[in-house]
């Protein structure tokens, strides 16, 4: 299959709690790179790992990866309403990189 | 706007017409991607541009389904004799080769939603 596997399928938090979603790919790669996507929109990306990094930070988005469990995870911290949306990771294969393995996807609600 | 942009957002058509999207990438980018997406799933690679040469293509696409991309800059993706199981949205994506390959991420536009009755 071409799909990577995401846990969970959905989430529903409120605001202000953190939100920690996971990802496990099958191949080696070469980065891991989480996007988000609004309802009946295009993905826009967040953040990007590489394969010799183990953490990285942006703004509110902490990324970890463990490739030797072959998993990454996206917390976003001090979730707002407007982070409702769903979240999907792709694993850039190093044997092709120019084709992304995507995961299903979080689809995640943050309440008010 | 120097995001990606696509044309139309929505598309209505009768099962057995023809249908073209058009994708307009970040003008500075030489990759250009079409994907596919069903609802609750994510995106599905269908075919991939280096400047006008087209270097991939998914086995999953059936020769109804045909792009080009003429001059590099952008490109069109079009549907022969559309069946109901085409319905989905039609993503494309854009990057710069120049960020290599441990580094490349995608620039996606809005994406043409397909509904064939």
């Known amino acids: 299959s071409q799909q990577g596997e995401e846990d969970p399928q959905a989430l529903s938090i409120q605001e202000g709690e953190n939100a920690t979603m996971n990802c496990s790919y099958k191949?080696?790669?070469?980065?891991l790179q989480w996007y988000r996507q609004n309802s009946g929109r295009g993905l826009v990306h967040l953040i990007l790992?590489?394969?010799n990094e183990r953490e990285k930070h942006s703004g509110r988005l902490r990324v970890t990866l463990d490739t030797s469990k072959k998993s990454s995870s996206l917390l976003i911290t001090a979730s707002r309403a407007a982070d409702t949306a769903s979240y999907f990771c792709a694993a850039a294969s190093a044997g092709n990189n120019r084709k992304l393995i995507w995961g299903l996807g979080t689809s995640l609600a943050v309440n008010p | 706007d120097t995001g990606v942009s696509q044309d139309p957002r929505h598309k209505i058509t009768k099962r057995g017409q023809n249908v073209t999207f058009r994708c307009d990438p970040i003008?500075?980018?030489?990759?250009l991607y079409w994907y596919r997406q069903t609802l609750g799933q994510g995106p599905e690679f269908l075919t991939y541009f280096q400047n006008e040469a087209q270097l991939e293509k998914s086995r999953l696409l059936s020769d109804r389904f045909s792009a080009e991309r003429p001059k590099g800059s952008f490109s069109t993706l079009e549907i022969q004799r559309t069946e109901q199981g085409d319905s989905a949205m039609y993503l494309c994506?854009?990057?710069?080769?120049?960020?290599?390959?441990?580094?490349?991420?995608?620039?996606f536009g809005s994406g043409t939603q397909l509904s064939v009755l």
């Open positions: 994506a854009s990057s710069a080769i120049g960020l290599g390959p441990l580094n490349e991420k995608l620039f």
């Open positions: 003008s500075e980018h030489n990759r």
């Open positions: 790992i590489r394969s």
């Open positions: 191949t080696s790669i070469n980065n």
